[in-house]
């Protein structure tokens, strides 16, 4: 499993894209990889043939973790993922035991593969594993679908969509137990292993990006300290800027002009002011990033992607709609790269464009902040004079990781954004 971007530890094999047995050429991509919420590919490091595909669809391992071995040809044995390749001899189609593997490749670790009990004849992934004994499923009544027959955890996901795990788990109380043992017996399963579905309820799978997405979300509030902080703000002079060069913009640049990019301004503007906020904790010391690299969460359909917009303080208010609107139409597209999701400082989020009024967004770890902007709404407000006026107002929700951030920093560093999003009108900011 190569390292596919920064501060990326393990993946997921989605998909294997190529066959045992199966000759390959150089950089054809041989499987898909789920790391980060996005896919990728992994290219094969030189022509060759597949020997043996190492890991199972759906398991999650290690960079650096062997994961498939390929005959480069003259004897050379390349394994996928390290790059490395050593002079050994042909290898058997299916793989040995660990123990009879090359010397040349037993510096490179394989999958972990859980041995399960006499007679059961196959070895199951520790996801796999995982979900039987969640939901005491005997694995000898499954057929598996991977690789040799092996069961993977879709197959495993199938079998209690269709009401296998459920009757499992159904066992009948016995007799002799009172009402107290009964009712504990009862909700035992679900006590253990979470819900169950019932007749006629729907069971999604988790596929790969979702449970990525879970992963990473539980990880965040697990190892940050979140505080959260607001701020309102009157953008009534940048509404009457975006209405006003709206259609010019549209005419010149061929797309429609944002709220996103004046609000990715005025932040990078103040993170300028304020670098801690675009740091990170790295255990006995605080890294302040020096590049300022804001990541956009952006909502798809089946899921939420956060691709980065680089060095986004040397981008003009125009560069940043083009950064951002082609970013958001390759992750709705399924198209990012690891490279657009890698290296963000400082996340913002476009709450506002659903509606949303108020928010307190989990942080997008291990970075310190997250700053949603909420939806504009128009609504009656005292002025300086104390005359009363209808202004468009918008809420700043700032969560903040409180081992690195404290409210002093973080509501200067909030009063800078607003200053900025309040100082936008017509004839007072220029697009380019």
């Known amino acids: 499993m190569p390292q596919l971007g920064e501060s990326v530890t393990e993946g997921t094999i989605g998909r294997w894209l190529v066959k045992q047995g199966e000759r390959v050429k150089k950089y054809q991509p041989i499987a898909e990889v789920i790391t980060d919420k996005v ?30 071995v390929m005959d480069a040809g003259d004897g050379a044995v390349a394994a996928s993922g390290g790059g490395a390749a050593a002079a050994v001899g042909p290898a058997p189609a299916v793989g040995p035991a660990p123990a009879a593997r090359p010397a040349a490749l037993a510096g490179a670790v394989s999958a972990t593969l ?55 788990a159904a066992a009948p109380v016995p007799a002799a137990a009172d009402c107290v043992a009964g009712m504990v017996a009862a909700v035992a399963p679900e006590a253990v292993s979470g819900p169950q579905p019932l007749g006629g309820d729907q069971v999604i799978p988790v596929d790969a990006v979702r449970r990525r997405i879970a992963e990473k979300m539980v990880q965040s509030k697990r190892e940050t ?44 503007e103040a993170l300028k002011e304020y670098p801690i906020m675009g740091s990170q904790w790295a255990g006995d010391q605080i890294i302040i990033r020096k590049e300022i690299n804001i990541s956009v969460a952006v909502a798809t359909e089946t899921a939420l992607a956060v691709p980065v917009i680089k060095n986004a303080d040397r981008l003009s208010i125009a560069g940043l709609n083009h950064a951002m609107a082609e970013l958001a139409g390759k992750a709705r597209a399924g198209k990012l790269s690891l490279d657009d999701i890698s290296g963000g400082t400082f996340t913002v989020n476009n709450t506002g464009a659903f509606g949303s009024y108020l928010s307190a967004p989990i942080i997008n770890y291990p970075q310190a902040a997250i700053l949603s902007f909420e939806a504009i709404t128009k609504m009656p407000v005292v002025l300086e004079n104390d005359a009363i006026a209808i202004r468009s107002m918008m809420n ?22 607003k200053a ?12 380019y």
């Open 114 to 168: 859980v041995q399960p009990g006499e007679g059961d004849g196959g070895r199951y992934s520790p996801a796999v594993m995982r979900l039987a004994q969640e939901h005491k499923i005997d694995l000898a009544r499954l057929a598996g679908s991977g690789l040799g027959g092996r069961i993977t955890r879709k197959d495993v996901e199938r079998f209690i969509a269709s009401g296998g795990a459920v009757a499992e």
């Open 420 to 431: 900025r999003l309040q100082s936008y009108g017509p004839g007072m900011v220029s697009l």
């Open 225 to 268: 300290p979140h505080a959260w902080t607001m701020l309102q703000v009157d953008v009534t002079g940048l509404v009457k800027l975006k209405e006003a060069m709206g259609e010019e913009f549209r005419r010149r640049e061929g797309l429609g002009l944002s709220f996103v990019p004046f609000f990715i301004k005025a932040t990078v």
């Open 396 to 417: 700043l929700c700032l969560s903040l990781d409180h081992r690195i951030l404290d409210g002093l920093v973080c509501g200067r560093f909030l009063q800078a954004v």
């Open 39 to 68: 896919n990728a590919e992994i290219p094969a490091p030189a022509d060759g043939l597949i020997v043996r595909l190492e890991t199972a669809e759906g398991l999650t391992v290690k960079v650096g973790t062997l994961i498939a």
